[in-house]
């Protein structure tokens, strides 16, 4: 029996234009363009301790989230943000 993965927590940080985890290591970086009606995401981080537990994902979820939940445009600049529009079914 495969366990649970624990939610993950994502935080919006608005002062710094970014959604982070608890702990601030991994991060997405994003501007607001167009009087605010425009979220270009511009840069993911992901330290390499933490790499491939998926935090990049629930991130760019986070971040299309918000993006529809507040009827913004996304302008995915980043290229790893740009490949998950596509392959979570946002474009």
Known sequence: MAIPKKKMKII???AKQ???TED???Y???KLRNEGKVM???HTFVPS???GLGLASHLC???FDHAKTNSLSVIPSCSYVSVSLALM???
């Open 61 to 63: 979820v986070s971040a």
């Open 24 to 26: 601030k290591s991994a």
């Open 89 to 91: 079914g946002y474009v």
């Open 49 to 51: 301790t933490k790499r």
């Open 40 to 42: 270009d995401i511009v």
């Open 18 to 20: 970014r959604f982070e």
């Open 12 to 14: 919006l940080n608005e």
């Open 28 to 30: 997405l970086e994003f």
